[in-house]
């Protein structure tokens, strides 16, 4: 590794270990999974909470359903695993930490990725519900949350894996990555001195987790209300696949509870809380 990078990345975990979130925070160069890596640790009660693992290259990286999570140089790679809140009181008494809010979980994440991309990018991210990262229609970021169910009077943990294209070169990637996917370096703002590397856009996305943390404590209604100004979807045409069914019709938004409302054209809106969007476009 050249060392000038060494030298930068000791300075953004030491930034990130300044600000107290993590309990745990950890780099490395090569691994199967961060998601695997850090679900395993949980389990085994090795790693203390919130906990962060990064790294340069996952051999075995997860996708949604079957899918394997494409990880190509200048991706920058992580997890987070965080303790969540329970519908079971005891859980809560027994953890020492404040625990974050399971209902609109995926939103947060979307929503502190696409404001932290902000920050570096000349076009603004917006969220394909619930937590995919677009800019100017075309997919920059992905997410896989998966919830390892509380143990004992250990709360439940989200484990919490993001995968940001900071500098990603599309030439080797598969057909259908190239046509969708971007790379932040390509919207890069005029003046920069140089685009975002995978430590700055790691560091600036922990800032923005914490603030937007805090920002629901002080109002629990903040998520909601900023929503439409960050989602893709919002009067779009979609169709939603969920366990019931598929979806097809008008976007209005989320519910209270963070499920998209989908309304056909008998005006019937269904409401999906889990679900993947299959296609979208402007009406």
Partial sequence: ?????TIKRRYALDEIEGLGYFKSVEWVESIDSTNKQLAQSVRERSKHLPALLVADRQSSGVGR???QWWSPDG??????AIPIESSEPASAKASTEPLVSSALLPLRVGCTIAECLEHFSSAKPMVK???DVYISGKKVCGVLIEVIPKQSLAPSVAIIGIGIN???DFKAAPVDVQTNATSLHEWTRPGAIAPASTEDVLVQFVHHWIGLEQRQRENPRWLLEHWPERSLLDGQWVEVKHPAGV???LCLGINEAGAILVQNERLEVTEVLAGTIQSFRPL
């Fill in 166 to 168: 900071c500098a990603v």
């Fill in 75 to 80: 991706c920058l790679m992580f997890s987070m």
């Fill in 1 to 5: 590794m050249n060392p000038i990078f």
């Fill in 129 to 131: 519900w619930p937590n």
């Fill in 65 to 67: 359903g079957s899918h």
């Fill in 247 to 249: 979806a097809k019709g």
